[in-house]
């Protein structure tokens, strides 16, 4: 009869390593779009702030006192860039459910109302992540200026 208590132990202890260095891993690049995302902020002189998750935002205009959920359709106007300032993306009057974006704009554009504009620097983490998307490198911060036209709750 094989004792099966080693092996047990032994697959614990590399699971216990595989899960430990991920999360390392992860904390080492929030550190480091922390770090671009100051430096960014600095260098362009913006006065805005982090959300505990780790999205900075600066509020341009709040717009109505009225804002947005994360089940609200939303007509926005947008230009996305990466921190080079090279425009990936732009669009003119796109309604989407807020729910259907990435983490970066669901909680940023509710900070905003009708008629809001805001600045958002997105960590890669509330972004595309690792993998990145067909125009998005990966663990790439992006930056978004949007205005939020109007929107309807669900």
């Given amino acids: 009869m094989i004792n099966k208590r080693p092996i047990t132990i032994f697959i614990f202890f590399l699971l216990s390593l595989v899960i430990l260095s991920c999360k390392k891993d992860?904390?080492?690049?929030?550190?480091v779009d922390y770090n671009l995302i100051v430096a960014y902020a600095s260098e362009n002189q913006l006065t805005g702030q982090f959300t505990p998750s780790g999205l900075y935002y600066e509020i341009k205009e709040p717009g109505s006192a009225n804002h947005p959920n994360i089940n609200s359709q939303v007509t926005v106007s947008y230009v996305g860039y990466g921190l080079d300032g090279v425009v990936f993306d732009d669009g003119e009057f796109i309604t989407f459910g807020l729910y259907?974006?990435?983490?970066?704009w669901q909680e940023g554009i509710q900070l905003i109302g009708e008629g809001g504009k805001i600045k958002l620097i997105i960590p890669s983490e509330l972004a595309y992540g690792p993998d990145g998307s067909v125009s998005i490198g990966p663990n790439e911060v992006l930056v978004f200026d949007v205005t939020l036209h109007y929107f309807l709750d669900k």
């Avoid at 259907?100 to 970066?104: E, W």
């Fill in 100 to 104: 259907q974006v990435i983490a970066g």
């Fill in 26 to 31: 992860n904390n080492n690049q929030s550190e």
